[in-house]
């Protein structure tokens, strides 16, 4: 869904996605009101409508999202800690072990540590016969 062609009900969702108060929300979008009560009257109204419940879906979904590093930025990541690039809380180089650890975890989000082994094997057939008669069992 592409943003919303009413310009208020788009900067409403956009308010309501980043944390405000229905009320807030509302206002801060454009809207004016006599009092608090009109306000949060028509703000709940707002969020009975469907297109309002799919945009505010919608960027919450898009907001979600980019919360979550990707594959690049975790390599970006782990590679400044082996670097020495990052600094602990205290601003001090992040310790040897960590940084060994970080070029661990690297080299197996890059593939490397994966065993490849090729195995050529020729398989004759097992022929089993029961030659033993029942005399002798």
Known sequence: MARLENV??????MNISKGENKVDAYQHAGYKTKNYNAAAASASKLLKNPK???RIQELGDVKEKAGIADADEQKQFATAV???EMS??????????????ALELLGKMQGLYV???ETNLSVQPVVIRDDLGEADA
């Open 8 to 13: 208020k009900w788009e900067a409403f969702c």
């Open 52 to 54: 309002i419940i799919a």
């Open 82 to 84: 082996v670097r020495g």
């Open 88 to 101: 602990d809380r205290d601003g001090k180089p992040v310790p040897m072990s960590v940084r060994l650890k």
């Open 115 to 117: 065993n490849h082994v």
